[in-house]
T-cell receptor, first 113, second 115 residues
Framework: GNSVTQMEGPVTLSEEAFLTINCTYTATGYPSLFWYVQYPGEGLQLLLKATKADDKGSNKGFEATYRKETTSFHLEKGSVQVSDSAVYFCALSDRDSSYKLIFGSGTRLLVRP | GAGVSQSPRYKVAKRGQDVALRCDPISGHVSLFWYQQALGQGPEFLTYFQNEAQLDKSGLPSDRFFAERPEGSVSTLKIQRTQQEDSAVYLC?????????????FGPGTRLTVL
């Protein structure tokens, strides 16, 4: 079945450091890939998405590239801020799974000033 | 515009009680999903509606869980005879269409605690 694996946290960085959160997936079809973010005390928000191979999603300085050959969708940001502290979820959706989102277990990011 | 809303935000139930959780999707959104999120975990799918039709209920953990969306808008997730293992945050999401490229917009969730 379809699944998503992402690196365990917490990830602790200093402000302005480079961020990578790894995400790999298993899917039988051609999924769309998503990163959602959950800030403290708030609901899940879409951060970015990519719907086909080699697409790059980007938003708020975050980027992720859909790599079909390595079944990966790693999240990157060149310079993190304290306000980026949150839990990040990688997810996929495809027709074979009734379009439901299949999530990874989440990675908590803590950015220190 | 208004996003997805859920009520109540918090619910405490005694074991064995029935509960009903409400979701108001974004107006005009065809698809509606329910997810369950345990503490420290990613959300897990429960059920999916396209308009009023429940097309997938494979994630409902037992026959104590029941969901409906009778007019293709508001949805209710009902849990009968609640158990402690039902304690979790229940998330509702809606999307405009019904393809894998559609973005799902999430509500704030209902935190259910079963004592």
């Amino acid at each position: 079945g379809n699944s998503v694996t992402q690196m365990e946290g917490p990830v602790t960085l200093s402000e302005e450091a480079f961020l990578t959160i790894n995400c790999t997936y298993t899917a039988t079809g051609y999924p769309s890939l998503f990163w959602y973010v959950q800030y403290p005390g708030e609901g899940l928000q879409l951060l970015l998405k990519a719907t086909k191979a080699d697409d790059k999603g980007s938003n708020k300085g975050f980027e992720a590239t859909y790599r079909k050959e390595t079944t990966s969708f790693h999240l990157e940001k060149g310079s993190v801020q304290v306000s980026d502290s949150a839990v990040y979820f990688c997810a996929l959706s495809d027709r074979d799974s009734s379009y439901k989102l299949i999530f990874g277990s989440g990675t908590r990011l803590l950015v220190r000033p | 515009g208004a996003g997805v809303s859920q009520s109540p935000r918090y619910k405490v139930a005694k074991r064995g009680q029935d509960v009903a959780l409400r979701c108001d999707p974004i107006s005009g959104h065809v698809s509606l999903f329910w997810y369950q999120q345990a503490l420290g975990q990613g959300p897990e799918f429960l059920t999916y509606f396209q308009n009023e039709a429940q097309l997938d209920k494979s994630g409902l953990p037992s026959d104590r869980f029941f969901a409906e969306r009778p007019e293709g808008s508001v949805s209710t997730l009902k849990i009968q005879r609640t158990q402690q293992e039902d304690s979790a945050v229940y998330l509702c999401a809606s999307s405009q269409g019904w393809t894998s490229t559609d973005t799902q917009y999430f509500g704030p969730g209902t935190r259910l605690t079963v004592l």
